[in-house]
Structure formats: C-alpha cells, structure tokens
C-alpha cells in the first residue's frame, strides 16, 4: 500500500505535485515487488468514494501482486 505523505482524502484533494510523487513511488516499488515475488502481474487499485468501494478516507494505492488462478480472482466483471 503507497499513500501520500501529507493527508488527502481522495483523488479530488490531492495536488498534482502530490500525486505525482506517490505515483512515481508506487512505480518503484512495483519493479520492487516484481524482483521478489516474480507476479504474472500487478493490480494498482485506488478507489474514490463509496461508489467506488473507499472505506478508508485518506488516498491509497494498493499494490496487488498477481499470479494465473490466485485466489483474488477478477476485479472487474464479465
């Protein structure tokens, strides 16, 4: 999980300078995660309001990694 260091939110009260600096973070440690746990692929999630499933009211970033068959299955569906 990657979240800003000054408080947000959501993505409606972050700064540009400040997203941009959490995403360039996040970047990072994907290439992290992908050299230790050698994913198929990550999920990068960050969800904005109860629509969108934010129970936690300062912006995150999940970092999800992924493998064929796990047991997180599909995020989106059919």
Do not use: K
């Not at 260091?5 to 360039?24: E, G, L, V």
């Not at 990072?28 to 994913?39: F, K, S």
């Amino acid at each position: 999980m990657v979240l800003p260091r000054q408080h947000a939110r959501d993505i409606w009260d972050i700064t540009p300078a400040s997203w941009a600096s959490t995403m360039a973070y996040a970047h990072q440690l994907t290439a992290h995660l992908r050299e230790i746990h050698q994913p198929a692929g990550p999920n990068v999630i960050q969800s904005n309001g109860t629509a969108a499933t934010q129970t936690v009211w300062h912006l995150h970033i999940h970092l999800v990694s992924r493998w064929h068959g796990d047991r997180c299955g599909p995020i989106w569906p059919a």
